[in-house]
């Protein structure tokens, strides 16, 4: 018997190999390319990711220098070498550690500009600076536990509108002229003699300058006010008997932040039409991209007839006839379906609607507004502490107002001048609003059915 010698199998290895090979180097062409949104959602999350990365290093090294040097003397020692959060370095100062790193940054950015420019040359003690981070941040825990227990509803819906209809109605008749000629009086004068304010007093007049100085000062007197109300109720008991603090914070908020910041840059009209301008530019990004989408199609078959590659006039005569044919059959199907989708919305509403007001009998009803109580907690006088105290039953809280009989309707109403311009609109508004507050069933009442 013959024996057969196995063959190497050094060339099927080759092959094989080299097929693996082949594919392997092919992989990455038969992978499915990543769409354009996908990485542009990669993109804007790293970029976000290193912009808070950098966010924090800023804080780190403004705020917690003396905290980081330590923690990095302890880190070294443990051998731990990653920063710790800043959650562990600086003490909170809202519920949000995503707002907290903002506004930690803010007040790096104000730190750094007016605190260490002159504190670092007395000292480089930190102590300052770690004593505005904690009265900060108590204050900030302060306003948010007021925010929320504020009635927010009264002050956006009523008292915000109300204010604004106000400022409407005053400027429209300070416009107003009932004798023209030499007997029209100063507009702004009739303004601040509707709706006189104590830090617009007096009416400044540019030929004389003494009511010019005098109103500054009393505008400036009705900042401190403002803020030592304000401070008043936000800062700590041991730091509010601390008249040193207590001056220096005041003076810092009313005249650097609300003198200086609101209303000597944030009011200024350029600066609002600044801020208008970003936001309508943000929000046209896409329809400025379809634009330039449109605009290179265009070049394109502009150069295409450039050289001569499209037809000439005369051979598109023909499609110009067929679609001027075809129009009125396009035209009538736009308009059908334009009305299907009308009709679509409109179901869609309604059927809204109707399961809102369906399933608003399961909503718990608003609560009642707590009453105020400052007028009890006052000393008694001296007459009343001879009397008897006497028993007075005790009042029940006040249900909140409606929605409907909210200043926001009225508001929008004055603002849009409808009164002038629709009445009857505006008078067919007001009558459903009475039949839905006051008519039967009262679904627009304290807690009824429109109103919850």
Not at 88 to 104: A, G, W
Not at 159 to 186: C, K, M, N, W
Not at 398 to 408: D, E, G, Q, T, V
Request: glycine content about 6%; overall charge negative; some cysteine.
């Amino acid at each position: 018997m013959t024996e057969t010698s196995p063959q190497p199998p050094s060339e099927s290895h080759g092959q094989s190999t080299g097929l693996t090979t082949s594919l392997v180097a092919k992989a990455p062409e038969l992978r499915r390319a990543p769409s354009p949104s996908h990485q542009r959602e990669v993109s804007s999350v790293a970029s976000d990711t290193t912009s808070d990365q950098a966010t924090a290093a800023f804080v780190r090294c403004t705020l917690c220098a003396r905290q980081l040097h330590a923690s990095t003397l302890a880190g070294s020692e443990r051998g731990r070498a990653t920063p710790p959060p800043l959650s562990e370095l600086l003490p909170p100062l809202t519920s949000s550690n995503e707002v907290d790193l903002q506004l930690y940054a803010l007040i790096a950015v104000v730190a750094k500009e007016f605190v260490h420019g002159w504190y670092s040359n007395i000292t480089p003690d930190h102590t300052f600076v770690d004593e505005i981070v904690r009265i900060i941040a108590h204050c900030t825990r302060a306003l948010e536990q007021r925010l929320r227990k504020a009635d927010l509803e009264a002050l956006l819906l009523d008292e915000i509108p109300d204010a604004i209809t106000a400022h409407v109605h005053a400027y429209g008749v300070s416009r107003q002229s009932l004798h023209p000629g030499r007997f029209t009086s100063d507009p702004r004068l009739t303004y601040h003699t509707l709706r006189p304010h104590p830090a617009l007093s007096p009416n400044p007049v540019e030929t004389d300058p003494a009511t010019v100085l005098e109103q500054q000062q009393n505008e400036a007197a009705w900042r401190r006010l403002l803020v030592e109300g304000i401070l008043a109720v936000l800062l700590p008991t041991e730091d509010l008997e601390n008249g040193c603090l207590r001056t220096l914070v005041t003076e810092v908020l009313s005249e650097m932040v609300i003198g200086n910041g609101i209303a000597g840059k944030a009011c200024e009209g350029w600066l609002l039409w600044e801020a208008i301008t970003k936001l309508v530019e943000a929000a046209c990004k896409p329809a400025t991209v379809e634009t330039s989408v449109e605009r290179q199609d265009e070049t394109t078959v502009n150069r295409l007839e450039h050289f001569g590659l499209l037809s000439t006039e005369a051979a598109t005569k023909p499609i110009a006839c067929a679609s001027h044919q075809g129009a009125e059959s396009v035209w009538a199907s736009r308009r059908f379906w334009q009305c299907i989708q009308y009709v679509y919305l409109g179901v869609i509403a309604l059927r809204t609607i109707i399961t809102a007001l369906l399933m608003s009998g399961s909503i718990l009803p608003r609560p009642a507004i707590s009453p105020f109580h400052g007028a009890s907690q006052r000393e008694p006088a001296i007459d009343e502490e001879k009397q008897p105290p006497r028993k007075s039953a005790p009042l029940a809280p006040p249900s909140p107002l409606a929605i409907l009989n909210m200043s926001l309707w009225s508001c929008v109403g004055v603002v849009l001048e409808l009164d002038m311009r629709m009445p009857w609109l505006s008078g067919l508004l007001s009558l459903l609003k009475w039949t839905a507050v006051t008519g039967p069933g009262k679904v627009g009442d304290t807690n009824g059915r429109v109103d919850k």
